[in-house]
């Protein structure tokens, strides 16, 4: 089965802490891939947590790989 992997942070909201997807990855099958630093910039980057309402400051070191086996838009916040 094809997993679908995503770049995302979580919400810094205390009571949110939603998932939010940034950037797709790619497709990919079997072994965890390895992911390079998307292009994100600038660094700090500010992200809205549509969930929420929030908006926080973010760096490349808040983002996490999460890999899914449904398509998902850019800026949801999928429950994890
Ligand atoms: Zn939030």
Redesign the pocket.
């Known amino acids: 089965m094809t997993t679908h992997a995503y770049w995302m942070v979580l919400?810094k909201?205390p009571d949110?802490?939603?998932a939010i997807v940034l950037r797709y990855v790619g497709p990919y099958e079997g072994d965890p891939p390895a992911f390079f630093l998307p292009e994100i910039e600038p660094d700090p980057f500010e992200q809205m947590?549509t969930?929420?309402d929030?908006s926080h400051k973010y760096t490349q070191g808040d983002l996490g790989v999460w890999s899914s086996p449904y398509t998902l838009e850019l800026g949801e916040?999928p429950q994890i």
């Open positions: 919400c909201t949110c802490r939603s947590c969930r929420c929030k916040t």
